[in-house]
């Protein structure tokens, strides 16, 4: 396991014991009370360096990047909702469930949503994204969403491009920011990004912990009601040894070598690619992120292969984790132009920094093995003409 890693868990692990940071509520004035504030306001201005943001206190902490992305959409639709304005939400159709789901929900109570398509290579064209702002209307409050990076291809977005056309034409910016850190090299937030959304748990930290950025003057309503913690922003108590444990992950990002994770992830798959006849990688050609590989087998149904890998000891996904244990189709692949079979026949391999070329290698094997089994068995899934 990676050092950061390990350290976030021992962190996580220390911190759930019975010492003051762990017995005291960050809201109480006591002694203990106030450790344990201290340790949270450490933590945020650890987590806020690195992510490049200059004012800790934009940082709100949450449940997950999920529940993030719902308090963006959310409260932005509610505050403006409540000044009698329109809104509209842009955003693309390869996002995460996150925020298609919440689009659809706020859809239902009168928001207008605009999914902008990807090309075939999963890349996103700007072009659309200003002639759908371009038609804002002097009522009407536009609230930009976008991926930096996709979870099932890496394919990554220019989303920093994105922010600033966002901001030229009086729309509001919130960045899915889950991918970026940690594997797109250089991620910083820029000053067009009004709120961003981030999981400890994709950077080596804990489940059950993120974050939102807001940036000050945002309109924004809190999605929770009952206590004042997060400035109001979040009420609950939060979580502080899931915030500690976020933040040594997060200091540990400076150590992380991504220029070692990209040469492996791409020998893996030259290496894919020259041993197994039919093999696609999508999203390629396109800029990706330095761990993600999604793979495509001509003729073999990506649980079957993923089930074969499991019984190996590997552990990858078909289709976005989301939808992993169903049979539906990743709605990702189904917007870059694939078919119901084909995109029922992708793989995702994703990289940790643990990883080494001995581990892949023995991977390349079984995956050789695996795709040559299944498709002795018949074809059952066909790759795009
Ligand atoms: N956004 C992206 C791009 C993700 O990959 C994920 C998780 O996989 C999420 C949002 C949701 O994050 P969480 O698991 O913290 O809810």
């Known amino acids: 396991m990676e050092q950061g890693a390990q350290r976030a868990l021992l962190l996580h692990s220390s911190s759930l014991s019975d010492s003051p940071q762990n017995f005291g509520n960050p809201s109480s004035i006591h002694w203990a009370g106030r450790k344990a504030k201290s340790a949270i306001d450490q933590a945020r201005d650890t987590i806020a360096a690195a992510l490049g943001v200059e004012d800790p206190d934009s940082l709100c902490f949450t449940g997950s990047a999920t529940e993030a992305i719902n308090a963006a959409l959310k409260g932005f639709f509610f505050h403006e909702h409540r000044e009698g304005r329109q809104v509209r939400l842009v955003t693309s159709a390869v996002e995460h469930e996150a925020t298609l789901e919440t689009a659809r929900f706020l859809e239902s109570l009168g928001a207008r949503v605009e999914l902008l398509p990807v090309n075939q290579r999963g890349e996103l064209d700007l072009g659309r994204l200003e002639s759908a702002l371009e038609k804002k209307q002097s009522k009407e409050s536009v609230l930009v969403s976008l991926l930096a990076a996709n979870n099932e291809t890496g394919v990554i977005f220019p989303w920093e491009k994105a922010a600033k056309i966002a901001k030229s034409n009086g729309a509001y910016f919130h960045l899915d920011g889950v991918q970026a850190l940690g594997k797109l090299p250089g991620f910083r937030i820029t000053n067009h990004v009004d709120l961003a959304s981030f999981s400890a748990h994709k950077i080596g930290g804990p489940k059950g912990v993120g974050v939102l950025v807001i940036r000050k003057g945002t309109p924004l309503v809190s999605h929770l009601h009952g206590g004042a913690q997060e400035r109001k922003r979040r009420a609950g108590t939060v979580n502080g040894p899931g915030i500690a444990a976020f933040a040594a992950a997060a200091a540990a990002l400076a150590q992380r070598d991504l220029a070692a994770i990209d040469q492996l992830r791409a020998g893996l798959e030259a290496k894919v690619s020259e041993l197994i006849s039919g093999t696609a990688v999508q999203g390629a050609g396109a800029a990706r992120l330095v761990n993600t590989s999604n793979f495509l087998f001509e003729g073999v149904r990506g649980e079957a292969l993923l089930m074969a890998l499991d019984l190996e000891g590997f552990a990858v996904s078909a289709g976005s984790a989301c939808n992993s244990g169903s049979i539906l189709p990743s709605h990702v ?32 094997a079984a995956l050789e093995k695996a795709v040559a089994r299944i498709r002795a068995q018949g074809p059952r899934a066909s790759l795009r003409s």
Do not use: W, Y
Not at 352 to 361: D, F, V
């Open 333 to 364: 692949l189904l917007a870059m132009g694939l078919d119901k079979a084909a995109a029922q026949s992708a793989i995702r391999v994703s990289l940790g920094p643990h990883n080494t070329q001995e581990e892949l290698s023995l991977f390349t």
